[in-house]
């Protein structure tokens, strides 16, 4: 089964996850956005009342012109689910996020959710995190500073590019560094150390945070995490 056919299977399968009445987290890229078209056909066809948080302007732009109702975050009290995409998943639901250059907002909205659901095709699983480049958002000041302390961290630093002159930039107008760590041993000691980088605004290490991912293959797989951490549980990183 190919892979844009797994991501719509698993987009379907997480309507499950949704009642009427919740606040739902939109993802961002392709993934989340045949969820977010399968939700909204679920919506008006059972005439629910859902309101919706995005975590980018593309997805809020989708959302809204599916006739769906999207809150800035700061409008709800309470993020009931989210369901986002993932880049690489490993077997203790830890993983790699933004690839779509959303990672900041992302990790915003997942960590203040009640459960985080990822839908994945099965060649975004990974016995261990590295296999995908991990992103790493950080302000235009300063930004070849930071990258020169990737270097010397023996990261193997990339800014990415939106053409061959111009860094890609994130909603925030932040840049994206991409890091090879697949040397390295300890993630969550890198996760801290990454955010102890002055002009490093947050990275893509996703740990802890999912509570079930979904994978579109025939039939559906699910692995759900043992134990949750309800959203006031979890680590809220400091700016």
């Known amino acids: 089964m190919d892979q844009d056919r797994q991501k719509k299977n698993a987009a379907r399968a ?5 009642q009427d009445g919740m606040v739902v987290g939109l993802g961002t890229g392709s993934t989340a956005a045949y ?27 989708l959302a809204r012109s599916l006739g769906l109702i999207v809150k800035d975050i700061d409008e709800v009290s309470a993020i009931d689910l989210t369901v986002d995409g993932a880049d690489e998943v490993d077997p203790k639901l830890n993983g790699i996020k933004g690839g779509g250059a959303a990672l900041l907002f992302e990790k915003v909205v997942a960590l203040r959710s009640k459960k985080n659901v990822w839908l994945i ?12 480049l991990l992103p790493v958002e950080v302000i235009e000041f300063g930004a070849q500073q930071v990258y020169r302390t990737f270097v010397h961290m023996g990261l193997h630093p990339r800014f990415r590019m939106q053409n061959e002159r111009d860094r890609k930039k994130t909603d ?22 990454l955010k102890s980088i002055t002009g490093v605004v947050e990275h893509g290490l996703f740990l802890g ?3 079930k991912a979904i ?4 039939p559906i797989k699910e ?13 809220v990183p400091t700016a």
């Open 209 to 211: 945070i999912c509570d």
């Open 121 to 132: 095709d099965e060649s975004k699983l990974s016995p261990r995190l590295g296999a995908f």
């Open 14 to 18: 997480a309507l499950n996850e949704v």
């Open 35 to 61: 969820f977010i078209q399968a939700l909204s056909n679920r919506v008006h066809e059972e005439n629910w009342r859902i309101e919706t948080v995005a975590t980018s302007k593309e997805s809020a732009e």
């Open 172 to 193: 925030s107008g932040h840049n994206i560094i991409d890091l090879d760590i697949s040397a390295v041993a300890d993630l969550s000691q890198l996760a801290e150390q």
């Open 223 to 235: 692995i759900e995490r043992p134990q949750r951490q309800s959203a006031d549980q979890r680590p």
């Open 215 to 218: 994978i579109g293959s025939d």
